[in-house]
């Protein structure tokens, strides 16, 4: 790995890329590990074709395993994939095995649609999320629809509590 990253500062990305996919071959426990760093080679080394074959080989070769996807995703959302990174944020987010993890895939995918100036699939997943029964994904996805909002100059539609005068009611 070493000697991957000095072939990167010395911009040899080919023999940075034959050296990480040797260690890949013979480590594979370790792939998942290294997938990113690969494909940020390829992306660095303008071989953004191999970095998205990567990417979908990878969410074929573990389809029902919701880490795998959420990889995946990553590297589509890095890659500037946005549709593609939603969609395995969401097949990620549908195999979770707890409400934790589907909410951090889900959070995920919202702040993705937000980089990507999709507003509206990242404020109906941030709506989505603010009703989460974890008190830190609401108050994430709340900060989130404020964001959102102040972004669009819509904070005047913004209501994340109730107000005091409607409590009253």
């Given at each position: 790995l070493h000697l991957?990253?000095?072939y990167e500062r010395a911009r040899q990305y080919d023999k940075a890329i034959s050296l990480l996919e040797k260690l890949i071959a013979k480590e594979p426990r370790d792939?998942?590990?290294?997938?990113s760093r690969l494909?940020?080679?390829?992306?660095?080394?303008?071989?953004?074709?191999?970095?998205?074959a990567y990417a979908k080989a990878m969410a074929e070769k573990d389809p029902k395993n919701?880490?795998?996807?959420?990889?995946?995703?990553g590297i589509y959302q890095r890659l500037n994939m946005v549709d593609e990174a939603l969609a395995a944020y969401?097949?990620?987010?549908?195999?979770?095995?707890?409400?934790?993890?589907r909410d951090r895939y889900l959070l995920s995918a919202a702040h993705a649609a937000r980089c990507a100036k999709k507003y509206e699939k990242a404020e109906a997943l941030a709506k989505r999320l603010a009703n989460s029964g974890s008190k830190i994904t609401?108050?994430?996805a709340k900060r989130l629809l404020f964001d959102l909002y102040e972004e669009q100059n819509k904070l005047d539609e913004l209501e994340l509590a109730p107000r005091k005068e409607d409590e009253k009611k």
């Open positions: 991957v990253s000095a792939a998942a590990f290294l997938a494909v940020h080679l390829y992306v660095q080394n303008n071989q953004q074709d191999k970095a998205v919701p880490e795998a996807q959420s990889r995946v995703a969401e097949a990620a987010a549908g195999l979770a095995t707890s409400d934790a993890q609401a108050a994430q």
